[in-house]
């Protein structure tokens, strides 16, 4: 299974963009990328997934290098309801994810 | 709409004793996966379900650790001879699957929160 690399912490101002990075060098062609997120005290939520094209819907945004070994999401105005730690995820043929340590998100007020 | 429900919340029990833990998927939702959530990691695949049978159980950690699905819905995930180790949030997942797509969401519930004494 492919992996993906992220940093363990990032923090931002609120009501300001953020961009999460992800490399996943060793993605494969069918390979989708998927981003789900864990709030404090809850289960992981879906966030947003993408193949090779910049995807939007009302949580965020999607931006995928061109070689596809890398991708950023981007929440385009951060409040602090978006503290959380986010994963960068590609499943597998059985739609299994293997989620790493992720990005833990700070949101500054 | 009623999303994926987990029982019980919590758990406290002594080591040595034997556990059920309950998750309630998404109705229509033919894949249900187990997690557990030790602090400070990410979320640790357990054992998937296609309908009724475990696809997937690579990620039980030992045979203490059994989960069933008998009527492609409701899932009990089952611990024998419980240890303090095995203290942690244990996590279910449903998804609709559209198996092999790799676009299917998984939808998680709230977790239980084990703790063994």
């Known amino acids: 299974d492919a992996k993906t690399t992220q940093p363990n912490s990032m923090e931002s101002n609120e009501e300001e963009p953020v961009h999460l990075p992800c490399n996943h060098s060793?993605?494969?062609?069918?390979?989708?990328i998927h981003w789900y997120r864990q709030l404090p005290s809850q289960g992981p939520e879906y966030v947003i997934h993408?193949?090779?094209s910049n995807v939007n819907n009302r949580m965020a945004s999607l931006a995928i290098a061109e070689d596809r070994k890398s991708s950023t999401l981007i929440l385009h105005r951060a409040t602090l309801r978006d503290a959380a730690v986010y994963y960068c995820?590609?499943?597998?043929?059985?739609?299994?994810?293997?989620f790493g340590k992720g990005t833990r998100l700070h949101i500054l007020p | 709409g009623a999303g994926v429900s987990q029982t019980p919340s919590n758990k406290v029990t002594e080591k040595g004793k034997y556990v059920e833990l309950r998750c309630d998927p998404i109705?229509?939702?033919?894949?249900l996966y187990w997690y557990r959530q030790s602090l400070g990691q990410g979320p640790e695949f357990l054992i998937y379900?296609?309908?009724?049978?475990?696809?997937?159980d690579s990620g039980l950690p030992n045979d203490r650790f059994f989960a069933v699905r008998p009527e492609g819905s409701v899932s009990t995930l089952k611990i024998q001879r419980t240890e303090r180790g095995d203290s942690a949030v244990y996590l279910c997942?449903?998804?609709?699957?559209?198996?092999?797509?790799?676009?299917?969401?998984?939808?998680f519930g709230p977790g239980t929160r084990l703790t063994v004494l």
């Open positions: 997942a449903s998804s609709f699957q559209s198996r092999g797509a790799r676009t299917d969401t998984q939808y």
């Open positions: 993408g193949l090779t």
């Open positions: 109705s229509g939702h033919t894949a």
């Open positions: 379900f296609q309908g009724t049978g475990a696809a997937d």
């Open positions: 995820i590609l499943p597998n043929r059985d739609d299994k994810i293997i």
């Open positions: 060793t993605i494969s062609g069918t390979d989708y």
